[in-house]
């Protein structure tokens, strides 16, 4: 069965410090333009991502994006408490020497030491702002795990899409194959048709040709016409695509050249037809193709 390009899958990895959620959306692209989304995962795991990314969903327009949430125990940056104190004597030691300086109250004291603090907390370096790595080789297996995950729930969403593609473009074969059939049943009108126009063209003129000779140049000129051909092409192109999209995993490039030669039988069909019920019947043929072609730009 037929997959479409476009694909949504989510899940998470549950490691120590936190929560590592992977979500994967696609769409329809003519290769695997594969972007990775993400402040924690480190560079050489984020090149595994990508590998296996192209890997699994062969092609479209692939985002995947990692997001980190962290424990409420991990989110509390830790301070450097000798550095601080050290901030903290010095600053001490050298306003206690400063002309005019006194100790004041208890309360005052208190509040001063505490406006101190605050402002060393904002000194570089007080705070622990080193970057922790998420992503280690501790945690990979789980993060690999979680990718998995989401690359499975793609793929489920892709083929429950490409059912119903399926559907819809194979329908439409079928109602282009049955347009033909009735292509088929005018053609014997149009014939006649055409001799009778001509033989009404002859009794005007007051024309009375060789029988035989006049035989001979309406064969001619219904043989320009003719569009046994493209009926015959067409039905091939129409079985082709059936037996590509049945019998090839990844049926949609070539489904869309396809689509072009069947499309080229019709217009020819719709040119020579000089009827107009075969041409109105041709243009509900090319309505069809269209919309075949829109949704087969979506198949994998």
Known sequence: MIKSMTGYGKAEALLPAGKLTIEIRTLNGKSADVSVKSQVLPKDKEMV?????????????????VSWEPNAAETAKPINADLLKAYYDQIRSIRSGLPGFTGGS?????????????AILRFPDVMDNRKVEVVDEAAWPAVSAA??????????????????LYKDVTSRVAKILSFEDEVE????ERIAAVRERLDKALVELGAKPDKERFE?????????????????RLRQH??????TID?????GKKLGF??????????TTGSKANHALIQQTVVRMKDELEKIREQSMNIL
């Open 49 to 65: 991502f990508r590998q296996r990314l192209a890997e699994a969903l062969v092609r479209g327009t692939i985002d995947c994006f």
């Open 106 to 118: 208890m309360e005052a004291t208190d509040r001063m030491n505490n406006e101190l603090l605050t």
């Open 147 to 164: 990718l998995d995950e989401a690359i499975v729930a793609v793929n489920t969403f892709r083929e429950r899409e490409g059912a119903a």
């Open 185 to 188: 049943r005018f053609d014997p």
């Open 216 to 232: 001979q140049e309406l064969l001619f000129y219904l043989e320009k016409d003719d569009i046994d051909e493209e009926k015959v």
């Open 238 to 243: 129409c079985k082709y695509f059936m037996d």
């Open 247 to 251: 019998g090839e995993p990844y049926p």
């Open 258 to 267: 396809i689509i072009q030669e069947m499309g080229r039988e019709i217009n």
